[in-house]
């Protein structure tokens, strides 16, 4: 009489809820868990994002996705509404599911209820925590995947302890000051015309205008999405020749002993006059003075000057992210 064979139990399918199913408590492994990975591989204090992602979810009013498996909480993925825009604010899925399918469900879920949104006209979102599966952004849904554009970027990230500062640049012409705040309405005109055309307004369409870089400017200052704005490692650039402002470095503190460059910009007119290259070397010795022992930045891969240039600096690459964009739909 032949064995009888027992049956093999099946994995449990993961299965999507709505974030506003979940309680704080629900989320706490996951967010423990990410803030731990956001320090140990990037330098980076992600505690005050995650007490914003608990404040909303005990609110109820956190729009997103869990995958849920075994009724635990396995990742999640929320966004918010800016204008007719939407934002994917984070995706994260905890160790051990960390799957191109997963991936493509959760992503998948939170871009068809944003597409289904009448009032959303584009996503923008910028998947720092995907790593590796970088490759599974595509959701599922045909109609997404028609109207989706993905852009490399690069996190880099430099050693200041014990380096030598940059040498400076012999030129005149281009006075770099600490930056203040009466510098944001100038800047936010430098911002628009130094990404006309850059593949950086892609990704970001704040930096089509100066409405936009606006409100980017008042983000970076307002909000701990990158870090805690730090003034002390700011810096702004003159143009003597002319007495306008012609380019901006924006810094801020994601670590005690680490710093964030959150955007380096320059005027058209000036670019290859080492106005980037002074303001870079401006922010790092800032930094350097601070006691920040690294600086980090994120950068889109095709834009190769700018690469060159924080190579130069000392700064090198250490992990691939894809900016998202999904538009026209």
Not at 73 to 85: L, R
Not at 131 to 156: C, D, K, L, T, W
Not at 221 to 226: E, H, S
């Amino acid at each position: 009489m032949a064995a009888l064979i027992e049956p093999v139990p099946c994995a449990p399918l993961p299965e999507l809820w709505d974030l506003r199913r979940l309680t704080a408590d629900d989320l706490h492994p996951l967010l423990t868990e990410e803030a731990r990975v956001w320090r140990e591989q990037l330098s980076w204090d992600f505690e005050r994002s995650a007490d914003l992602v608990r404040k909303f979810i005990q609110l109820r009013a956190l729009n997103g996705s869990a995958l849920m498996v075994r009724g635990a909480v396995a990742g999640y993925s929320y966004f918010v509404f800016e204008d007719h825009k939407g934002l994917i604010g984070d995706l994260y899925l905890r160790e051990g599911f960390q799957t191109a399918e997963n991936v493509k469900l959760l992503l998948g879920g939170v871009v068809g209820g944003l597409i289904a949104t009448s009032q959303v006209r584009r996503i923008e979102s910028q998947l720092m925590m995907i790593g590796q599966i970088a490759n599974a952004v595509a959701p599922r849904a045909s109609r997404a995947e028609r109207h989706m554009q993905v852009f490399r970027r690069e996190f880099m990230v430099a050693n200041l302890d014990g380096t030598e500062e940059l040498p400076p640049h012999p030129h005149s012409r281009f006075l770099i000051e600490r930056w203040a705040d009466h510098h944001q309405e100038a800047a936010a005109h430098v911002i628009a015309s130094a990404y006309r055309d850059h593949i950086d307004s892609q990704i970001n369409d704040q930096y089509r205008s100066v409405a936009g870089a606006r409100k980017f400017l008042y983000n970076i200052v307002q909000y701990p999405g990158c870090g805690t704005f730090f003034k002390g490692a700011s810096a702004a650039a003159y143009d003597m020749a002319t007495g306008y402002l012609c380019g901006i470095a924006l810094t801020s503190l994601v670590e005690p002993d680490c710093g964030h460059i959150t955007q380096i910009c320059v005027n058209p007119d000036v670019r290859g006059l080492k106005v980037g290259y002074e303001l870079l070397r401006s922010s790092l010795r800032g930094l350097r003075e601070h006691g920040c022992r690294h600086a980090s930045l994120t950068v889109t891969s095709a834009n190769g000057d700018a690469i060159r240039l924080y190579e130069h600096a000392g700064f090198r690459s250490i992990r691939q992210f894809p900016a998202c964009v999904w538009e026209g739909f």
